[in-house]
């Protein structure tokens, strides 16, 4: 208006909007009409229409160009155009807790009632008329109308009208004429908010499959949702503005996020947030990476770049997260890994450091994949997972170790000490456990080296290599073949290591090859037992006489006497038990014709420190109708020593597979398919083995609890999905 003010100046004629405009701003009134000599009272000389355009639901739509035109035999004259845009009146930017406040509230009103209010008075009619027919139509504001060439209420973009705008004839509006029209757009977006998103004080836990559809609706409404995330974890927030249609759009919306830790104050800066709008990937995604050092509560809002809200502000959002890698631990060799977390799709990739791993199922909670080789690495590496349609991208640092990782200990738990005698195997077993946890670190390979003396390794090389088993221990067999003092070295390849020291004795003798017995009280157990007679030079004595004998009750020999075979051996059976005191039986094997003789010794366990641990098969993730493989679990004391003749009882249930819980209501229960219980007996070793409930083919959930002792319970899921 003030151009064409200063061209007129010049010599040209206003246009019928800069006149109306000016009517609005300097009215002739009857209390100033003495001030303007020949003029006459703008209401008595001109037509008003004023009104205002609204959702379905009652909320003013703002940034709409009303345009009036009179007509002339029925078609309109565009030479005498007016227009307005409706919410003009209303308060602009207004920001919002995410990027901030703006301080462009304060050019507009916080009155509701002028959301989408628009004001087309002081319109003069058609030169050498005395009335007219309008016409009153609706449309969108040219979206190239930003910034300094904004006009109506929004500056940083505009918005697309909703639902279908219709045109309205005015009939005969004469000079004077006072039109109020209210326009609701009935097929206009019908929304009061998404339901499902809180507020910043009482945020919404976010859906279990980690995407959702919310609205933001009311001016300067945010949605707010909380996480607990892990520590060492980077993921993404993407929001997503869709249409009426439900496409993504950019004429809507102009998505935000933002992030807060849980402990942060109410009305506090994000730690991280989006500055601009459709910053993703794609046509209307907004994305904000967020990345967590230790486990907190994360507060996400998502909100409109201006703090506007409105029933066609609808979005999608997604939180794409990796919670947690099972196993932990990989061989140098690689193998199937289950991440699981939310928001994943099926065009996931994954890199284990930095090397891509063959996907092989996605659901929304879990991606199998198959790990790479560990490329000469070995410890503790990351794992990203990427969408490349969107580029999200979520992440663990410490995703899983190949071999030995960062955290892993290991330490003697038995091996020859002082002297031993020369030419006679003997066990060295380590165990090796993760400091941070204090469980055992299963799969872990363990290098056994002589570094100081003489000695025999087990595999008949200087070096020998073994995996821990299930409870994280490894065993090696060494042998004295001198009497200097001899060293051996076990040690991880993350330069973690133990020694055992022992010299050797030229005397002849006999030792148990299976010395001890660990075995839970009550029971009664068949016990395989082996004892190796020696030389005085140390080598092996074939068809020498061995004589059994009980050492105490609670043992009775099968067999009493025995020979050594060409290995120098001598085996026979022992029943064992019932032993129900504290006190250890023992038995002997004796060379035949000497008093020379070694003890094999039983130690009974009591029920209430039996512990139960997974030895295998306890983690599996199948695809239906494939059917789960055996799993093995062991029966071990406060000690980590295997216990025989345990009871243990296994209960099974297996429920159908189920979708991620929705947003809203209650979560349906998995139906259950089959359920069972198996009662067994721990071996010699410890282990019980269970052949888990046949799935017929059916996706589901096996659940199994192992059950040993008075306390000891071990709880793990067996998945077949869809």
């Given amino acids: 208006m003030r151009a064409a003010a200063r061209a007129c100046r010049m010599g040209c004629s206003l246009r019928t909007d800069d006149v109306a405009a000016l009517n609005r701003v300097y009215p002739v009134t009857a209390a100033n009409i003495g001030n303007f000599s020949g003029k006459v009272l703008t209401a008595s000389a001109t037509i008003s229409v004023r009104g205002t355009v609204e959702f379905a639901r009652g909320q003013g739509m703002q940034g709409v160009n009303i345009v009036l035109r009179p007509l002339v035999n029925g078609a309109p004259d565009v030479r005498y155009t007016a227009t307005a845009v409706s919410g003009a009146y209303f308060q602009g930017n207004a920001g919002n807790a995410i990027v901030g406040a703006t301080g462009a509230a304060r050019f507009g009103s916080g009155d509701a009632n002028l959301e989408g209010f628009f004001d087309l008075s002081g319109v003069p009619l058609p030169p050498g008329v005395s009335s007219a027919d309008y016409e009153l139509s609706f449309e969108a504001v040219n979206p190239l109308y930003t910034g300094s060439m904004s006009v109506g209420p929004y500056t940083t973009g505009q918005v697309a009208p909703s639902g279908t705008l219709s045109t309205i004839t005015l009939s005969g509006l004469s000079a004077g004429a006072a039109v109020t029209r209210t326009v609701v757009v009935n097929d206009s977006a019908d929304a009061a908010g998404s339901g499902a998103d809180g507020t910043e004080t009482e945020p919404a836990s976010l859906p279990v499959s980690g995407e959702w559809t919310g609205r933001i609706t009311g001016y300067g409404h945010a949605g707010w949702f909380e996480l607990l995330a892990r520590g060492a974890r980077e993921f993404t927030v993407e929001v997503e503005a869709l249409d009426e249609s439900g496409r993504a759009t950019q004429n809507k919306a102009q998505l935000v996020a933002g992030a807060w830790n849980g402990s942060d104050g109410v009305g506090s800066p994000p730690v991280t947030a989006t500055a601009q709008a459709f910053n993703g990937a794609v046509a209307g995604l907004t994305t904000l990476p967020v990345l967590t050092i230790a486990d907190s509560d994360v507060r996400i809002a998502v909100g409109d770049l201006r703090g506007d809200g409105r029933p066609d502000f609808a979005y999608r959002g997604r939180v794409l997260y990796a919670e947690s890698v099972t196993p932990a631990r990989l061989p140098v060799t690689g193998g199937q890994i289950v991440i699981r977390g939310m928001g994943f799709r099926p065009s996931m990739t994954v890199l284990v450091n930095g090397v891509a791993a063959q996907v092989t199922s996605v659901t929304r909670n879990a991606i199998v994949a198959i790990a790479p080789d560990a490329n000469g690495v070995t410890g503790t590496v990351p794992i990203q997972i990427e969408d490349p349609q969107t580029l999200g991208m979520a992440g663990i640092a410490d995703g899983l170790s190949y071999d030995a990782g960062d955290n892993d200990a290991i330490a003697l738990l038995r091996g020859p000490m002082g002297t031993v005698p020369i030419g006679v195997p003997q066990a060295l077993t380590v165990r090796v456990i993760n400091v941070a946890t204090q469980g055992p670190a299963p799969g872990v390979t363990v290098s056994f080296a002589v570094t100081q003396g003489t000695a025999a390794l087990g595999c008949g090389q200087a070096t020998c290599s073994a995996v821990t088993a299930g409870d994280g221990t490894a065993t090696l067999m060494v042998t004295a073949n001198s009497t200097a003092l001899a060293q051996i070295t076990a040690s991880l390849a993350n330069g973690s290591s133990v020694l055992d020291q022992f010299s050797g004795a030229w005397s002849p003798g006999i030792v148990a090859v299976t010395p001890t017995l660990y075995v839970a009280m009550g029971a009664t157990v068949t016990w395989p037992v082996s004892a190796m007679v020696v030389s005085a030079s140390g080598t092996a004595v074939a068809g020498q006489g061995v004589n059994w004998s009980a050492g105490s009750a609670g043992i009775v020999v099968s067999t009493a006497r025995g020979t050594t075979g060409t290995d120098g051996i001598a085996s026979t059976l022992l029943t064992v038990g019932p032993l129900n005191t504290n006190v250890a039986a023992t038995a002997n094997a004796c060379v035949a014709g000497t008093q020379t003789c070694a003890q094999l010794t039983?130690?009974?366990?009591?029920?209430?420190?039996?512990?139960?641990?997974?030895?295998?098969?306890?983690?599996?993730?199948?695809?239906?109708?494939?059917?789960?493989?055996?799993?093995?679990?062991?029966?071990?004391?406060?000690?980590?020593?295997?216990?025989?003749?345990?009871?243990?009882?296994?209960?099974?249930?297996?429920?159908?597979?189920?979708?991620?819980?929705?947003?809203?209501?209650?979560?349906?229960?998995?139906?259950?398919?089959?359920?069972?219980?198996?009662?067994?007996?721990?071996?010699?070793?410890?282990?019980?083995?269970?052949?888990?409930?046949?799935?017929?083919?059916?996706?589901?959930?096996?659940?199994?609890?192992?059950?040993?002792?008075?306390?000891?319970?071990?709880?793990?899921?067996?998945?077949?999905?869809?």
């Fill in 602 to 722: 039983v130690i009974p366990v009591q029920p209430s420190t039996e512990g139960v641990i997974a030895w295998s098969g306890t983690q599996q993730y199948v695809a239906a109708g494939q059917g789960f493989a055996p799993v093995v679990v062991r029966v071990i004391d406060a000690f980590g020593n295997p216990v025989a003749g345990a009871a243990v009882t296994l209960e099974e249930a297996f429920f159908g597979w189920t979708q991620a819980c929705g947003t809203q209501g209650s979560c349906p229960a998995a139906p259950l398919l089959a359920q069972g219980a198996v009662q067994a007996t721990s071996g010699v070793d410890g282990t019980v083995t269970l052949a888990p409930i046949a799935t017929h083919g059916m996706a589901g959930r096996l659940l199994v609890t192992a059950v040993a002792g008075t306390n000891a319970t071990l709880n793990f899921e067996l998945d077949a999905h869809p």
